[in-house]
């Protein structure tokens, strides 16, 4: 891991804003969506890396929801072309001091909702989502299911991952 995050620079992100990637970027936003989410360029999403025994320093903390030991990883994808930007190992991270001015990051329901990162609603108790709520959902995960594709393209190519 040590490694990884010494190389963490040389080797992810962000594009300039005024580079081609941004711009195809914002294109694949536009058309999967609508021209408002031009300035949505990114989306962030987090797996697991199972690993193959517990720890010896704070073993527990590794421990997940499924009952394995893992280690937490949170990638920012251009949804476009799949290309990692920024990646955190461990607990989360802000992704917030890569972006532009008016710009944000499209982010599944375990994101919290701020200026710069964009949610779905969630379904209020006892109640329905309303019929803009939903198209608005349904155009978000257009564009973050494309993080669950670069992980999946990761863990299909790096198999122990």
Not at 66 to 83: D, E, F, R, T, W
Request: proline share 6%; aromatic share 12%.
């Amino acid at each position: 891991m040590g490694s990884t995050v010494g190389t963490h620079d040389n080797f992810v992100g962000f594009p300039h804003p005024d580079s081609e990637d941004a711009e195809l970027a914002w294109q694949y936003a536009e058309s999967k969506t609508c021209p408002e989410w031009r300035n949505g360029i990114l989306a962030v999403e987090g797996t697991t890396i199972d690993l193959y025994a517990k720890p010896a320093h704070f073993g527990e903390t590794f421990y997940d929801r499924k009952s394995n030991y893992s280690l937490g990883c949170q990638a920012a994808v251009m949804p476009h072309n799949l290309i990692i930007v920024d990646y955190a190992l461990g607990h989360p991270g802000s992704h917030e001091a890569l972006l532009p001015d008016d710009h944000w990051i499209w982010a599944d329901s375990a994101y919290p909702l701020e200026k710069w990162c964009i949610v779905p609603f969630k379904k209020p108790r006892n109640g329905m989502l309303t019929k803009d709520q939903k198209t608005f959902n349904y155009h978000l995960s257009t564009v973050c299911v494309r993080v669950e594709h670069a992980f999946a393209a990761l863990k299909g190519r790096f198999q122990s991952l």
